[in-house]
């Protein structure tokens, strides 16, 4: 059976995975980035891969190619990253340094769109026009329309996160002002908690949905604002785009029904006249998997029984 390998490039970690023609993870496992941002980042991803493939018992021959998925900007088409703050990248030509060890194919996509790329190929297999919203550290979307990931001109179309919801708000690290992921990131909605009740220490996401569920006032003040503003963000989306099914997912999504609720309702309520009832929101059923997954099924877009996506 034919078989990629995906990594999944975050600020803290990579998870690295195997992954089949039936979109099935058959290894996968976490590996630190911390010691190895910067220069040294090629390398350690080289010895990610020799590592995966030799506890993995796979050989290099069973391997279709090598699948990244990564926050930052990129170029896809150059195999390169060309500015990820979180990694300490700029520039790299991490494809060309894999291609020229293992001499296999590889991709490079953004995090989202390796997310939305596994959410169509595998979770909603009949969602011709689907946005995958990741919630996490950060805000971003993966958008297909008839069956094509929009790339954009530089591969980064997508960046949900980056829209202002207030032109006079406080500085965003992208260098705009008030962007939605400053009010709707998990960070900013642990942040928020911990400021209202007088908190030293840091409060989960987990407890803030958990508690919210429970009733507590604070945690479904500060969720009451993230929903708002995040479902706004998504009928913007859909009047923008057209999607009929958004799959919601990230480190927030993953649980609490509270906050889910708030989005449903926004959106609900403000989308135009005729759109009403056309979308469907659905939660991820992937967990952390899924940009891995996402960024090896890139491989399979030609296979009879697999993707329907155009991957080009």
């Not at 995906?6 to 089949?20: F, H, M, P, R």
């Not at 590996?31 to 910067?38: A, I, Q, R, S, T």
């Not at 207030?166 to 911990?194: D, I, K």
Request: charged fraction near 20%.
């Amino acid at each position: 059976m034919k078989k990629a390998i995906g990594l999944d490039v975050g600020g803290t970690k990579i998870l690295a995975a195997v992954v089949n023609e039936k979109g099935k993870i058959t290894y996968q496992k976490k590996y630190p980035v911390e010691p190895f941002k910067g220069d040294r980042f090629p390398e350690y991803v080289v010895q990610v891969i020799e590592e995966v493939l030799d506890t993995s018992g796979e050989e290099l021959s069973s391997i279709k190619g090598i699948g990244i998925a990564t926050a930052g900007i990129i170029d896809s088409e150059e195999k390169k990253i060309v500015f990820a703050q979180n990694l300490g990248l700029e520039h790299c030509a991490i494809g060309e340094a894999l291609k020229n060890h293992f001499n296999i194919p590889v991709k490079l996509y953004n995090d989202a769109n390796a997310a939305a790329v596994a959410e169509y190929t595998w979770g909603h297999k009949k969602a011709e026009h689907l946005a995958y919203v990741t919630i996490g550290t950060g805000v971003g979307a993966g958008i297909i329309s008839h069956g094509k990931l929009i790339r954009g001109f530089s591969d980064n179309a997508g960046e949900f996160g980056h829209i202002s919801v207030n032109v006079h708000g406080e500085r965003c690290g992208c260098g705009h002002r008030g962007c939605l992921e400053l009010y709707t990131s998990g960070p900013a909605m642990e942040q928020s908690v911990a400021e209202k009740r007088g908190l030293s220490g840091r409060i989960s996401m987990r407890e803030i949905n958990e508690m919210a569920d429970d009733g507590d006032v604070v945690c479904r003040e500060v969720l009451d604002h993230a929903g708002y503003h995040l479902g706004m963000g998504l009928v913007n989306l859909v009047h923008l785009f057209n999607s009929t099914s958004i799959v919601l997912g990230g480190g927030v999504m993953q649980s609490g029904e509270y906050l889910f609720e708030r989005i449903r309702e926004t959106v609900d309520t403000y989308l135009m006249n005729g759109l009403k009832g056309s979308v469907q929101l659905h939660r991820s059923r992937f967990s952390s998997e899924i940009g891995a997954l996402g960024a090896g099924s890139g491989f399979f877009a030609n296979s009879e029984e697999k993707s329907r996506i155009s991957l080009v």
